[in-house]
């Protein structure tokens, strides 16, 4: 086996389900790390409430945050931890087989 990603079973995680959090995370899940700009700029969201958000991810470990030094300025570049990337990936799972379930 090798060491990437193992398809995760399908759970739903109420705090990923958030939509401002899910499409963070969708954001995330597609790159190593996005500096913190390019996600607000991205979702809309005040430096506030994206901090806010960021805070609740990076609280159960979904999130890592580093800083780095580009252009003299200091800028906070976030990525998916292993485990908020098979969070996000099972989250993903469960709402596909809600949405499935659904379907006539």
């Known amino acids: 086996?090798?060491?990437g990603i193992v398809a995760p079973e399908p759970q739903f995680d109420a705090l990923i389900h958030a939509p401002h959090r899910l499409?963070?995370?969708?954001?995330l899940s597609q790159a190593t790390g996005i500096e913190f700009?390019?996600?607000?700029?991205r979702t809309g969201l005040s430096k506030s409430a994206l901090s806010k958000h960021l805070g609740q991810l990076t609280d159960v470990g979904y999130l890592?945050?580093?800083?780095i030094l580009?252009?003299?300025?200091?800028r906070l570049v976030l990525s998916l931890t292993q485990a908020g990337r098979?969070?996000?990936l099972a989250h993903k799972e469960a709402l596909k087989?809600?949405?499935?379930?659904?379907?006539p």
Request: charged share 30%; glycine share 10%.
């Open 64 to 67: 890592s945050e580093e800083p």
């Open 37 to 41: 700009g390019e996600i607000q700029e």
């Open 97 to 103: 087989l809600l949405l499935e379930d659904q379907d």
């Open 1 to 3: 086996m090798s060491g």
């Open 86 to 88: 098979q969070a996000y």
């Open 70 to 74: 580009r252009a003299g300025h200091s």
């Open 23 to 27: 499409r963070i995370c969708a954001m």
